[in-house]
């Protein structure tokens, strides 16, 4: 078990072994043909990438065509983008072992740790998910349910007829509450105000942070120093939680992700157990790909409802309504602000051979994979495809490959069940005690790697008459 003692030491470790670049990933070969591309610094058009892609990416798309690179820094390594569903298909149906998933999300790892699901690949991925699955499964979910829907009216009835507020920072707060209660398992309220502002520390961060895992010797100054410091006291938090559950009284009555993970490997079980650093690897991954994304959603759900009164006069009935058909509705009004507004760009895969994709010739260590920004904007498989039209997605989805929000293949989101479940869950706590309005337009900014709403989705909402 982890001592206090150990735990800053197992910090400074995951900082010096991860880093913009993962190990053990082959250098390109530089004199190999790849598809056309800006031919600008390395570093600026990581910026561009990192800073300006709502811009970027349907640029080089019309730019260069369908297939095009981009190359970024350390050492300007090539990451090609495919923007059509079969290119897509490509990539997602690709040999796992050949088309490391981890490896091309290695920018994550200083903060996820080397053994975080998104961050590993061929058998220990396998053996991560098939531990994790457990507790997102359909009757895992079932069981979640409740929990959410009796946080989400909390937060809901702290709201007074007239507000305005950013639904960002509302929906932000609600999605880190679940996540801590369904992953964490966490009830004490001085724990939770602890872990709150270190998590939102973490997730809201300037994207140029981000520069830092690539030069290791910018972690010493300004906001890369206090990203740095702030990760020393979250992993505090986290390996302290861990330690105590260890030993918890009622760890076998427990449902938590936290509880359940712990249990493996006891009892008759053939899996062997994680230790304290899996653990934290795999919480803080479900922490941070479990709240933002969700949250990013829904406020911008409820900031397109809001600008149209039409759709949403139709989500109050289907909530007025009730039953199966109202839960499709708000599933399906989820879905198309999911694929209106992407919260992540793109989904990559660092090639571990040398491989054909979209009839290029790419070497082994190139990262490539699908925009999600293009893809979701196609006009053939998504006509009008600036509209928020939430019908797209009612007893039908789009053509596959063409709405990506969670990936695809062997590594598709293990979340993304819970992830509309919980959206359906608030949408329907919120719009059965107000009416939305929108206050204005909004566009995507960049934070970390995830695009969220720049002036926060703001909303006035007006108490329902019962």
Known sequence: MTTVDDVPELTSRRFRGTGAVAEGAPR???????????????IVQTVALMRFRHWFHPWLQRTYGDV??????????????????????????????????????????????????LLQDSAEHKRARKLLMPAFNGQALKG?????????????????????????????????????????????????????PRVNATVDVN??????????????????????????????????????????????????????????????SDEDGLSDTELR?????????????????????????????????????????????????????????????????????????????????????????????VSHQREEHHTDPEVFRPDRFLGQNPPTNTWIPFGGGVRRCIGAGFSLMEGVAVLREVLTSYDVRALGADAPRVRNITSVPRDGAQVRVTARSA
């Open 68 to 117: 095009f690179t981009i190359r970024l820094i350390p050492g300007g390594r090539p990451l090609v983008l495919v923007t059509r569903p079969e290119h897509t298909k490509e990539v997602f149906a690709g040999d796992p072992e050949i088309f490391h998933a981890g490896k091309g999300n290695a920018i994550l790892g200083p903060i996820m740790g080397r053994h975080s699901l």
């Open 281 to 373: 690897d795999q919480l803080v991954t479900l922490l941070l790909a479990g709240h933002e994304t969700t949250a990013t959603a829904l406020a911008w759900a409820l900031h397109e409802l809001g600008r149209h009164p039409e759709l949403h006069a139709r989500t109050v009935a289907a909530v007025t309504q009730g039953g199966p058909e109202a839960d499709a509705w708000l599933d399906a009004v989820l879905k198309e602000s999911m694929r209106l507004h992407p919260v992540i760009p793109m989904v990559v895969r660092t090639l571990m051979e040398p491989t054909t994709i979209a009839g290029y010739d790419l070497p082994a260590g190139a990262t490539v994979g699908p925009s999600i920004i």
């Open 28 to 42: 390109p070969d530089r004199r190999a043909e790849l598809p056309p591309g800006p031919r600008w610094p390395a």
């Open 207 to 268: 994207p140029v942070v981000l520069l830092g895992w690539g030069y290791p010797w910018l972690q010493r100054f300004g906001l890369w120093k206090r990203t740095v410091a702030n990760q020393y006291e979250l992993d505090k938090l986290m390996y302290a939680e861990i330690r105590e559950r260890r030993a918890a009284d009622d760890l076998d009555e427990r449902s938590d992700v936290l509880s359940r993970l712990i249990r493996v490997g006891a009892g008759d």
């Open 144 to 196: 979640y349910q409740e929990l959410v829907t009796e946080l989400a009216r909390d937060e809901v009835d702290s709201w007074r007829d007239g507000e305005s507020f950013r639904s960002l920072d509302r929906m932000n707060a609600l999605t880190l509450e679940v996540i801590l209660r369904v992953v964490f398992g966490v009830t004490d309220e001085s724990r939770l105000a602890a872990l709150r």
